[in-house]
Antibody, heavy 115, light 108 residues
């Protein structure tokens, strides 16, 4: 069974940093690209970043470029999102999702940026 | 402002059919496959349709997808109260992932 479990969310002050993790199981992690997608409270889905299976290709939404860094460790079946210079508008539930079609999603982890 | 345009809401009675539109441009829908996602209240999104019209295993054939030019459509027949959810379309645009703003389906 495919499972994606996010962790690392929490309350952080504006300008602070947070590192999200996504633990994958039930599939060959190293064969799939991975994505981070976020959803602000009461709002729609917003793509954040994607990384190819071997980390050769990495893409970011303009809203996070230069502040967020996506990475993965295929040996540990894990996906990461390092978030720096956090702003109030980064407050959202962050989901990791598998592959080009985002066919499986984790349960999400809530990031709240507030003083 | 989402790159893909969806109606904010649609509604229909149980047993009826509903369609949800997703409008884009030649740089996204016009040249890429479209996916559709269902998000029940308080849960993570779930893939309903991929590659314009394919259903993952376990998705009933009441759900269908189509694409024409720069627009895509999700169809749901035999509506059930359990179908009440937010629905999102998604595709790619120059290596960037884009989603519609979401459509809230109400089953009256």
């Amino acid at each position: 069974e495919v499972q994606l479990v996010e962790s690392g969310g929490g309350l952080v002050k504006p300008g602070g940093s947070l590192r999200l993790s996504c633990a994958a199981s039930g599939f060959t992690f190293s064969s799939y690209s991975m994505n981070w997608v976020r959803q602000a409270p009461g709002k729609g889905l917003e793509w954040v970043s994607s990384i190819s299976s071997s980390s050769s290709y990495i893409y970011y939404a303009d809203s996070v470029k230069g502040r967020f860094t996506i990475s993965r460790d295929n040996a540990k079946n894990s996906l990461y999102l390092q978030m720096n210079s956090l702003r109030a508008e980064d407050t959202a539930v962050y989901y990791c999702a598998r592959g080009r079609n985002s066919d499986y999603w984790g349960q999400g982890t809530l990031v709240t940026v507030s003083s | 402002q989402s790159v893909l345009t969806q109606p904010p809401s649609v509604s229909a009675a149980p047993g009826q059919k509903v369609t949800i539109s997703c409008s884009g441009s030649s740089s996204n829908i016009g040249n890429n496959y479209v996916s559709w996602y269902q998000q029940l209240p308080g849960t993570a999104p779930k893939l309903l349709i991929y590659d314009n019209n394919k259903r993952p295993s376990g998705i009933p054939d009441r759900f269908s997808g189509s694409k024409s030019g720069t627009s895509a459509t999700l169809g749901i027949t035999g509506l059930q109260t359990g179908d009440e959810a937010d629905y999102y379309c998604g595709t790619w645009d120059s290596s960037l992932r884009v989603f519609g703003g979401g459509t809230k389906l109400t089953v009256l």
